[in-house]
């Protein structure tokens, strides 16, 4: 695939993230419990998942010896912190709006990320800071502080 696509499809990840985060938000307040929203959300996502690996990728599923390779954590710390990102958004977004939440959300990967990349946590390949990059990340804390600001 060529970058111009990819960028297109990373731009439009946050776009779905950002409605499902809308509608989810929506969900909670009629629930009252952001849990609930969590495990409606999780159940939905399997559903699709599930869906979507029967009709496009039954043909690539990995074998069994591929399964045991994989160590344990990696089953389950993907979902773990999807469901927690997932309860932070359903709390904080009804409380403080989409905008706020998305953009320090949005923060807090970017911080993380570049942390995470230049120490190589996470099995990340390193990726070193560089001035372009504080910048980069001074930029989006301005951001906030701007979004935040009457």
């Excluded at 939905?44 to 344990?72: A, C, G, H, Q, Y």
């Amino acid at each position: 695939m060529n970058t111009k696509l990819l960028f297109i499809l990373a731009f439009m990840g946050g776009v779905c993230l950002a409605i499902q985060a809308a509608f989810n938000s929506q969900l909670t307040v009629l629930l009252k419990k952001p849990i609930f929203t969590t495990f409606v959300s999780a159940i939905s996502s399997v559903v699709f998942s599930l869906l979507f690996v029967l009709l496009l990728f039954t043909k690539d599923l990995p074998n069994k010896e591929s399964f045991r390779e994989i160590p344990w954590y990696l089953w389950l710390a993907g979902g773990f912190f999807s469901i927690a990102g997932l309860m932070l958004y359903f709390v904080t977004i009804p409380k403080i709006g989409i905008t706020k939440v998305i953009v320090l959300g949005l923060c807090g990967q970017l911080v993380l990320s570049v942390i995470a990349g230049h120490f190589g946590w996470l099995n990340l390949p390193a990726d070193p800071i560089t001035l372009k990059k504080s910048i980069g990340v001074m930029i989006m804390i301005i951001g906030i502080l701007l979004i935040y600001s009457k």
